[in-house]
């Protein structure tokens, strides 16, 4: 079986992009390895700080950033980084050649439940001879030419792309790498299965509203046809399962906080994720428009997420 080395030799990846994806996906490795300690190393629990978006940091948030952090502004290809967990992008080498954004944690409530986080990251091509600003990293995620994120489930597993399609990799500890176990995976259009945080219910649109009341009432409803629903509370556990066997995930708008486009974020969680979904056959959208259309104005902007099978996210938007 190919490991990621052999997958990336044998594709069209640059060299230094190579370098990038080899270097995140080893402090990967290394983050999967503190988790895997847990209360062992005493790593669990809040670090007692907030992040610039006013929310609390876990241990584990921390760590795992200081870790990717560390680990990227230390590679030349690499010239600047954005994380949630830091208030501003971090400049690393004038001379790299790629800017990383990246959610080190993402599904942190999940932590302390012992159930699925993970990691996710976007990256883009960029060269300049000044150092990265905020203004850099403003480039719709249409430019992003790679995507992915590590889940930290029972097994490792790595799902990436690079613009040819998606891939998964398993982790394989006797090895220390990462091996080739799904080839280019594909959403089908159609699913009976939907993923939305439903206590939030009377807080969304009319809209919303009406179009989960018929997934509910699933065959006895207009849709004809039952439908089943699940909520990992972690994005990255969400999509792993629409890539695996289809769905569609939702966090929408929603009036709790009306100032708030949406909950997630569209740097390093809704680009990447939007990446990974067209590059499989599905779609990914806000109420509005295609996410990879969306031009950022903020590194931290957060958006409404609509994604999965093509065919249900069209008729999710038909209600609006
Ligand atoms: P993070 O842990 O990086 O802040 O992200 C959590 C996000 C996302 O992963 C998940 O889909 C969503 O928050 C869950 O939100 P609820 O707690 O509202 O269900
Ligand atoms: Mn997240
Ligand atoms: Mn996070």
Redesign the pocket.
């Known amino acids: 079986m190919q490991n990621l080395t052999d997958v990336l030799a044998s594709s069209a990846v640059p060299e230094t992009l190579q370098t990038v994806l080899t270097v995140t996906t080893e402090t990967c490795i290394a983050i999967s390895d503190a988790l895997k300690q847990g209360s062992l190393a005493g790593i669990l629990g809040m670090a007692g700080n907030e992040n610039v978006q006013g929310?609390e940091q876990k241990k584990l948030?921390v760590i795992s950033n200081d870790m990717l952090k560390d680990a990227l502004l230390a590679c030349p290809a690499v010239r600047a980084i954005a994380s949630?967990e830091e208030d501003y992008i971090v400049p690393a080498n004038t001379d790299g050649e790629y800017l990383i954004a990246f959610?080190p944690?993402?599904?942190?409530?999940?932590i302390d439940i012992n159930a699925m986080?993970g990691t996710?990251f976007s990256i883009y091509h960029q060269t300049g001879d000044q150092p990265a600003t905020e203004a850099d990293f403003l480039i719709p995620g249409k430019e992003q030419v790679a995507a992915g994120y590590v889940l930290y489930g029972p097994s490792t597993m790595l799902v990436l792309t690079t613009g040819n399609g998606v891939n998964m990799f398993t982790y394989d500890p006797t090895q220390g790498t990462f091996v080739l176990t799904h080839e280019n995976i594909r959403v089908a259009q159609e699913t009976q299965e939907f993923a939305i945080?439903m206590?939030?219910q009377r807080f969304w649109s009319a809209n919303m509203q009406n179009y989960v009341n018929d997934l509910v009432k699933g065959k006895d409803g207009q849709r004809g046809k039952n439908f089943n629903m699940r909520?990992?509370?972690?994005?990255?556990?969400?999509v792993h399962r629409i890539l695996c066997r289809g769905g569609i995930?939702i966090?929408p708008w929603d009036n709790k906080d009306p100032s708030k486009a949406g909950?997630?974020?569209l740097m390093y969680?809704a680009n990447p994720m939007a990446m990974l979904l067209e590059q499989a056959g599905g779609k990914a959208h806000t109420h509005t428009q295609r996410i990879l259309d969306i031009q950022p104005e903020a590194i931290h902007q957060r958006v409404a997420v609509i994604l999965g099978a093509a065919n249900e996210v069209d008729t999710c938007l038909s209600y609006s």
Do not use: H, Q
């Open positions: 929310e948030d949630e959610d944690l993402d599904g942190s409530s999940n986080v996710i945080n206590s939030n909520w990992v509370a972690a994005m990255v556990g969400d995930f966090y909950k997630l974020r969680e």
